[in-house]
């Protein structure tokens, strides 16, 4: 059973960029799904896709968080990464990892990944 594991700080300030790892076990980022995909919640409000990462490499963003959005992976450590710059307090959310057969998108919903991490809370506040 692949498991996912998201990682990084639980506050962060106003104009800093967030840095977060998933970890990928009981699977490979190379094989075990076709997509693995970063989406956040903020308090209050619905699923938010930000981007995934495909097997071949290719990356896709949400073209209102492109400009700040950065994804990449270490296939050595099985392993994928976010990096959000310029946050402001509107970027506070449990931000979470997933892996599945889709890329999801800006209509994503939780059926679309098979995988999921438990998420990380994730405040923007000075």
């Known amino acids: 059973q692949v498991q996912l594991q998201e990682s990084g700080p639980d506050l962060v300030k106003p104009s800093q960029t967030l840095s977060l790892t998933c970890t990928v076990s009981?699977?490979?980022?190379?094989?075990?799904?076709?997509?693995w995909a970063w989406i956040r919640q903020p308090p209050g409000k619905g699923l938010d896709w930000m981007g995934a990462?495909?097997?071949?490499?290719?990356?896709y963003y949400n073209p209102s968080l492109k400009s700040r959005t950065s994804i990449s992976r270490d296939t050595s450590k099985n392993q994928f990464f976010l990096q959000l710059s310029s946050l402001t307090p509107e970027d506070t959310a449990v931000y979470y990892c997933?892996?599945?057969?889709?890329?999801?998108?800006?209509?994503?919903?939780?059926?679309?990944?098979?995988?999921w991490g438990q998420g990380t809370e994730v405040t923007v506040s000075s």
């Open positions: 009981g699977g490979s980022i190379t094989t075990s799904y076709d997509y």
């Open positions: 997933a892996g599945g057969s889709s890329l999801g998108g800006l209509s994503v919903q939780r059926t679309d990944f098979g995988s």
């Open positions: 990462i495909a097997v071949d490499g290719s990356i």
